[in-house]
């Protein structure tokens, strides 16, 4: 079952681009959070969103909002894509699809492409906006607004 507006994100955890445990409890309920699930690394489309986070994320980080890409690569596919494109954000492997599944992200193109969509939560945990779309570089406009909406 897919996580709504007004649910709470629920506790999960994963690998880092370092290879370190994260917690979301470290953040979650702690500050505004932006968790973007993205299909794969050094796509066209997963670049253009990835570079705009990152073009954007002291934007984010001046609402206290802290931002995590969440996708099935591997740690070192994202130490790669983090390093080449100077990505300053959390980046998380789902491999074993968990988070993903927790979540309840669906997948596009007949169930063979993991899909792309964005939650944002506020400084309790609490969903305050699910933006499920292909176009990868909107997700990170909405993102902003629902944050900025709800200071």
Not at 34 to 51: E, L, N, S, W
Request: glycine letters at 8%; aromatic letters at 10%; charged letters at 20%.
């Amino acid at each position: 079952m897919a996580l709504e507006v007004g649910d709470l994100i629920p506790h999960f955890t994963a690998k880092n681009t370092a290879g370190k445990d994260f917690d979301s409890s470290s953040c979650i309920g702690k500050k505004p959070v932006v968790i973007y699930f993205y299909p794969k690394d050094d796509t066209r489309i997963c670049t253009q969103q990835a570079c705009s986070f990152r073009d954007q994320y002291e934007d984010f980080k001046a609402l206290g909002a802290e931002v995590i890409g969440i996708s099935g690569d591997s740690v070192r596919s994202h130490q790669k894509f983090s390093a080449q494109y100077q990505l300053p954000f959390i980046l998380l492997s789902d491999s074993d699809k968990n988070i993903r599944n927790l979540f309840g992200v669906p997948t596009n193109w007949l169930g063979l492409i993991p899909g792309r969509v964005t939650y944002v939560a506020n400084k309790e945990g609490v969903i305050i906006m699910v933006f499920n779309s292909t176009s990868g570089t909107i997700h990170i406009k909405k993102a902003l607004e629902a944050l900025k909406n709800n200071l």
